[in-house]
T-cell receptor, first 115, second 110 residues
Framework: GAGVSQSPSNKVTEKGKDVELRCDPI?????LYWYRQSLGQGLEFLIY????????KSGLPSDRFSAERTGGSVSTLTIQRTQQEDSAVYLC?????????????FGPGTRLTVL | DQQVKQNSPSLSVQEGRISILNCDYT??????FLWYKKYPAEGPTFLIS?????DKNEDGRFTVFLNKSAKHLSLHIVPSQPGDSAVYFC?????????FGAGTILRVKS
């Protein structure tokens, strides 16, 4: 596809369940970012992957959150034992180089609702 | 702590008039700033950016102004069009990541 895609577009889960969110970046983009946007808040950085380097996990809010990027392409964000405060829109972005000076191309997001 | 602040949650402007969206930041180490536009159910899209070595950058109807001493930037849209109605996010480059403000909802009335 031409742009960043994310799946599912919507996810409703019960508190305590695990969820996996998927991101397909633009082909050839070496850098991939995960952000989340809670209601009334700005986008909050979660994690950053660049090539084969160790990811920058400094934005992950707790050890219930983890992310992988397989083969330098697709990424999965996993939230274990979901809590109601995890409800947010989770956005993925990719870019050609590792610097955020380049515009980041965002996917449409996954809206997560934890009941 | 919010390092990037957009203090106006919403702004309503008449078509044809100027829209001015404001953004303040606290970290003087930020050296690059960007504006993103977001429609409902879509991801943000890049609009315009400015380096800290400049005080103005213009692209068509969009101009971004940077006042480093005040740690303030603004986005001017002129003339405003109904299709400009969206959420506008200000962001600052912090190493490998962007720090975003909470966004301002712009409504352009026809």
């Amino acid at each position: 596809g031409a742009g960043v895609s994310q799946s599912p577009s919507n996810k409703v889960t019960e508190k305590g369940k695990d969820v996996e969110l998927r991101c397909d970046p633009i082909s050839g983009h070496t850098a991939l970012y995960w952000y989340r946007q809670s209601l009334g808040q700005g986008l909050e950085f979660l994690i950053y992957f660049q090539g084969n380097s160790a990811p920058d996990k400094s934005g992950l809010p707790s050890d219930r959150f983890s992310a992988e990027r397989t083969g330098g392409s697709v990424s999965t964000l996993t939230i274990q034992r979901t809590q109601q405060e995890d409800s947010a829109v989770y956005l993925c972005a990719s870019t050609l180089a590792g610097s955020s000076y380049n515009e980041q191309f965002f996917g449409p997001g996954t809206r997560l609702t934890v009941l | 702590d919010q390092q990037v602040k957009q203090n106006s949650p919403s702004l309503s402007v008449q078509e044809g008039r100027i829209s001015i969206l404001n953004c303040d930041y606290t970290n003087s180490m930020f050296d690059y700033f960007l504006w993103y536009k977001k429609y409902p159910a879509e991801g943000p899209t890049f609009l315009i950016s400015i380096s800290s070595i400049k005080d103005k950058n213009e692209d068509g109807r969009f101009t971004v102004f940077l006042n480093k001493s005040a740690k303030h930037l603004s986005l001017h849209i002129v003339p405003s069009q109904p299709g400009d109605s969206a959420v506008y996010f200000c962001a600052a480059s912090d190493g490998n990541k962007l720090v975003f403000g909470a966004g301002t909802i712009l409504r352009v009335k026809s």
